[in-house]
């Protein structure tokens, strides 16, 4: 059974791709439609079981005035079924209402409708620019999409189960005691009045701060992953205290945003609470009243009290959960300023495959500003032919990686086009072209797995004999077999904890090479790709990078201009525009900006007169 349930809700199911709605309504309507059925059904549990609720405090007046009417000897003889027809609702279907009710909200929606959310705006923030994630803590988008399916999840969960049971309690509550007296009912209708009044009031403003209070949680997270991240460079400037006070300000933000919020809070449970004993006490009087009259029953005494006491019980619960309601949307808001926002880079309408077979690139009068007016790259044109080898060289910021960027088309270009092979890369979806594309970088970056995985990055279906000679080919081999872990794995199991810090740098760069190795893409792109290594590893896997090489249209960008002196051409860049290009050679005998910067680095840095 508990199976049956668990897999009412396809986490994984075909769904809307597009943007979600920015706005509240819309942002809710999109995941609650897609389990509208288990919803509906939690209602209908609810009304049930609010039934069966009412209809018990309605026995138990129906019972009292039996005991004053009936004689002990007839009492089971007359009513004995009444007592056995009860005695089932609250053995059997009491405790099975709330069973499905258990079934449906544990089994189904909370784990199914969470992780349908979760996973599908994951795969949408996944597919964002790389632009977004470097304006974001990645660890506060995570945690946005992570709890924001929680909240929407128990908001929607927390609406049907307190407001949508105790409106309809309360309106056959009100039923009943009109049916009885209508002077009865008139308690209860002004309590209605003054709680709805009072939920009005205050409830919108707790939304607010509560919107306010989800900000600042977000932006205290956000600092405190900050300073977890980079720990390192916290330790090494021995900036503890630092940490501290960034995190400290934060943290004061929230504690005064909390302060606020509860201060309505307590406002509100004040005014709930002196309602609540106006609505016993007058209940109470006004049926004592009654009976003195000879107008109600003892039955009806108990009915209308019992009614009253169960309903102020259950107002203070609508009230905490109304305002967990509203804690919860205010984190879906606050998630939503994350994840509903649009792509900045989409494919085009219709995009097809890339297919570089000879690997041709050229650049046509590309302009790109990084937003700006002007700058960066103007009315930039080159041509590299198929197999050619192009080093890109100049003064830092003159546009080399910029240029690679655009080549990978992690950004638009403002202007003119970049073609592979005759192909506008505007024009085809943006997996084919990275797919025939092999970059190493200077930052090299591997995942928190293992050194297999990282490599298999390269070719996922590729088999282990293909990653280890990879490995080989890179040098990696002989290091990665000595390595192992906290968890008892070894060699290629090893895990290489985030962002691969638990290797050096030399041996990061190493198994980066190893998964360009095996993905043997016909363009490779080689981004200061031995900066990390010392001179005996980068001489001893130079001749491995120009076998990679052969057969394949390479761009090389290096501060160490040794390292791709031996390329076919080089291309010096200034402020966005080709200063030179020539050979090494050529470039020498001109005696321009690349001749000065071969100098500077052939010469030392330290001026002659330094010692």
């Known amino acids: 059974m508990f199976r049956k349930f668990e897999s009412l809700i396809d986490v994984f199911r075909a769904h809307d791709e597009t943007q979600p709605p920015a706005t509240l309504i819309g942002y809710y309507w999109r995941y609650c439609r897609q389990v509208w059925p288990f919803l509906a059904a939690l209602m209908a549990s609810g009304l049930f ?5 009412v209809s018990i405090l309605r026995f138990v007046g129906d019972i009292v005035d039996l005991l004053r009417q009936t004689s002990p000897q007839r009492l089971l003889a007359d009513d004995g079924r009444l007592f056995l027809f009860m005695g089932l609702v609250i053995l059997l279907l009491r405790p099975l209402a709330q069973f499905v ?4 909200v544990q089994q189904a929606i909370a784990p199914g409708m969470t992780n349908l959310i979760r996973w599908q705006t994951h795969r949408y923030v996944l597919r964002q620019s790389l632009t977004y994630f470097a304006n974001d803590f990645a660890g506060r988008i995570a945690s946005n999409i ?3 399916a929680a909240s929407l999840r128990d908001s929607t969960v927390q609406v049907i189960d307190a407001l949508w049971f105790v409106t309809i309690f309360s309106a056959t509550a009100l039923a009943i005691l009109a049916e009885m007296d ?23 403003r707790i939304r607010a701060r509560s919107e306010i209070l989800a900000h600042r949680r977000a932006v205290l997270t956000g600092r405190i992953v900050d300073s977890y991240t980079n720990i390192q460079a916290v330790k090494l400037f021995a900036h503890l205290e630092r940490e501290d006070d960034h995190a400290r300000d934060a943290l004061k933000a929230h504690t005064e945003d909390f302060h606020r919020q509860t201060r309505l809070i307590t406002l509100m449970n004040l005014c709930v609470s002196s309602s609540n004993g106006a609505l016993i006490v007058a209940t109470g009087a006004l049926s004592i009243w009654l009976w003195t009259q000879g107008l109600t029953t003892l039955g009806q005494i108990a009915v209308a009290s019992g009614l009253a006491i169960r309903i102020t019980t259950m107002s203070g619960w609508v009230m905490w959960t109304s305002i967990g309601i509203f804690d919860n949307v205010g984190q879906v808001q606050e998630g939503m300023r994350t994840i509903a926002r649009p792509h900045a880079l989409v494919d085009a309408d219709g995009a097809g495959e890339l297919k570089a077979e000879r690997g041709e690139i050229r650049f046509e009068r590309v302009g790109f500003h990084y937003g700006r007016k002007t700058g960066v790259i103007d009315e930039f044109s080159l041509a590299i032919q198929p197999g ?12 080399k990686s910029t240029l690679v960027n655009l080549l990978l088309r992690f950004y638009d270009l403002d202007s003119g086009r970049i073609l592979i092979d005759g192909q506008d890369i505007a024009g085809v979806t943006q997996d084919s072209l990275r797919r025939q594309v092999g970059m190493v970088t200077q930052d090299t970056s591997l995942l928190h797995r293992s050194i297999a995985d990282n490599i298999l990055y390269g070719r996922p279906d590729a088999p282990r004999e293909a990653v280890i000679a990879a490995a080989e080919r890179a040098h990696a081999h002989e290091f990665i077999m000595s390595l192992s872990d906290s968890e008892g794995r070894h060699g290629y199991e090893t895990l290489v904890g985030e962002r691969g810090v638990k290797l050096s740098g030399g041996q990061r760069q190493r198994v980066a090479i190893a998964r360009v190795l095996l993905k043997n893409a016909p363009i490779l792109v080689l981004d200061e790709a031995t900066s990390a290594l010392d001179s005996e590893v980068e001489a001893a896997i130079q001749e491995s990078l120009y076998s990679l090489m052969e057969g394949k249209t ?3 960008i290096a501060h160490r201009l040794s390292t791709i002196a031996a390329m076919d051409r080089l291309i010096v860049l200034d402020r966005g525009r080709i200063a030179e290009t020539g050979a090494h050679r050529e470039l020498l005998d001109r005696d321009g900006i690349y001749a000065s910067l071969w100098r500077r680095q052939s010469g030392g840095f330290l001026h002659e007169d330094a010692a």
């Open 49 to 53: 079981t609010s039934l069966i609720e």
């Open 101 to 104: 009710h258990d079934l449906l």
């Open 146 to 148: 992570v709890q924001s």
């Open 182 to 204: 209508w002077r009865l009912a008139a308690p209860l209708a002004c309590w209605i009045v003054v709680y709805v009044a009072a939920l009005a009031i205050f409830v919108p």
């Open 388 to 399: 050619e080898k192009v080093g890109l060289v100049g003064r830092s910021g003159a546009g």
């Open 554 to 556: 390479v761009i090389a």
